[in-house]
């Protein structure tokens, strides 16, 4: 009896001992195959168009707001697409340009510019909460010109499409915020040059060289 009493002793104390020795799982990794990550936009472009929007707005460059969407293929390096829509909106006045100087009318005018931006990039690590980027896409921008004492025929609505280059570096403040600045190349024919100011500048080009500030929420 007391010999059968020290064997089940021995293995009961066995068991935690055992239990403590054995080696603890490894921990999963909780890195996402991807996020999808919002955020917000303040751009302010240079417009390659410089005579037209000096005449009719007093600057070339000019603010725009606005916000988008980014997929993120992984938390580190990786490939991102990004989808970004903003808004420019001002009113200036209508002008015209002869012997190489630029005559405004007083004539109110209000242009409206929302692009609808599409970019493909590689986003690499360089620093623990730094991440330097750049892309290519593709853009819609619709552009729409209204003016006082102007026939319908006169007021310009349309929409055409672009190209762009990209380039600039992330900074992630916190787990799920990160700060963001670059620099971006747009290129848009077929709205400016038909008429007007741009036309008697000979100006075709909508768009130019963005600066951009953004704020991006998630991982």
């Given at each position: 009896m007391k010999t059968a009493l020290a064997a089940v002793l021995?293995?009961?104390?066995?068991?935690?001992?055992?239990?403590?020795?054995?080696?603890?799982?490894?921990a999963a990794d909780d890195e996402p195959s991807f996020a999808l990550r919002p955020f917000f936009v303040l751009t302010g472009e240079k417009f390659a168009a410089k005579q037209t929007f000096d005449a009719t707005f007093g600057q070339s460059f000019e603010p725009f707001f606005?916000?988008?969407l980014e997929l993120v293929l992984s938390e580190g390096s990786g490939f991102y697409v990004d989808a970004a829509v903003s808004r420019f909106k001002k009113t200036g006045q209508r002008a015209f340009r002869a012997n190489?100087?630029?005559?405004?009318?007083?004539i109110?005018?209000?242009?409206?510019?929302?692009?609808?931006?599409?970019?493909?990039?590689?986003?690499?690590?360089?620093?623990?909460?730094?991440?330097?980027?750049?892309?290519?896409?593709?853009?819609?921008?619709?552009?729409?010109?209204?003016?006082?004492?102007?026939?319908?025929?006169?007021?310009?609505?349309?929409?055409?499409?672009?190209?762009?280059?990209?380039?600039?570096?992330?900074?992630?403040?916190?787990?799920l915020v990160g700060i963001a600045g670059d620099v971006q190349y747009t290129r848009v024919h077929g709205i400016l040059g038909?008429?007007?100011?741009?036309?008697?500048?000979?100006?075709?080009?909508?768009?130019?060289?963005?600066?951009?500030?953004?704020?991006?929420f998630g991982r």
């Open positions: 021995a293995l009961g104390l066995s068991a935690p001992l055992a239990a403590q020795s054995r080696a603890p799982l490894p606005g916000g988008g190489g100087r630029n005559f405004s009318l007083g109110p005018l209000t242009a409206t510019l929302r692009p609808i931006e599409l970019s493909v990039g590689y986003r690499f690590r360089t620093a623990p909460r730094l991440f330097p980027y750049v892309g290519l896409g593709v853009g819609s921008y619709g552009y729409k010109e209204t003016s006082d004492f102007s026939d319908a025929g006169e007021n310009v609505d349309t929409r055409h499409s672009g190209y762009l280059a990209v380039g600039g570096a992330e900074v992630r403040v916190h787990r038909n008429g007007g100011i741009s036309k008697d500048a000979g100006e075709n080009d909508l768009g130019g060289i963005t600066v951009r500030l953004r704020v991006t």
